[in-house]
């Protein structure tokens, strides 16, 4: 190494070894002030953070549930509306020869549910 080099490598240690120092170096008034908000955070948090947690698993799975019948049957059954949707949005009516997604009438008013035609034919199709 030459000396030139040396005294460059020498120059750049002495000038980054301060710089490196102030980086890293808190004041104990910051620490203090760091371990204080550490402090105040977990007090605010809920006891048991595992039970919060899971309610808001639950809270998520129910709102994606279509019906409560669907969630107590662990998704083996569905209320009478909510088969109605499902036949309507998947099969045609062979009572009122609409396409899927278009609801059931009956002397051209819209119904609130579906035919039962056209459930068992929802469950045909599906099948």
Not at 51 to 75: K, N, Y
Not at 77 to 98: I, K, L, M, Q
Request: charged share 20%.
């Amino acid at each position: 190494m030459t000396t030139a080099a040396a005294a460059v490598t020498t120059l750049a240690f002495v000038l980054g070894l301060p710089a490196a120092w102030c980086h890293g170096y808190r004041t104990q008034r910051q620490v203090a002030e760091r371990r204080a908000a550490a402090r105040a955070e977990r007090a605010a948090r809920p006891a048991d953070e595992r039970a919060s947690l899971e309610d808001g698993v639950v809270a998520v799975a129910l709102a994606a549930a279509c019906c409560e019948r669907w969630w107590t049957s662990a998704g083996a059954e569905h209320d009478g509306p909510c088969t109605s949707r499902w036949a309507t949005s998947v099969a045609c009516c062979p009572e009122c020869a609409v396409e899927p997604g278009t609801p059931c009438h009956q002397n051209g008013q819209p119904l609130d549910h579906a035919h039962d035609r056209r459930i068992q034919e929802a469950k045909e199709t599906t099948a």
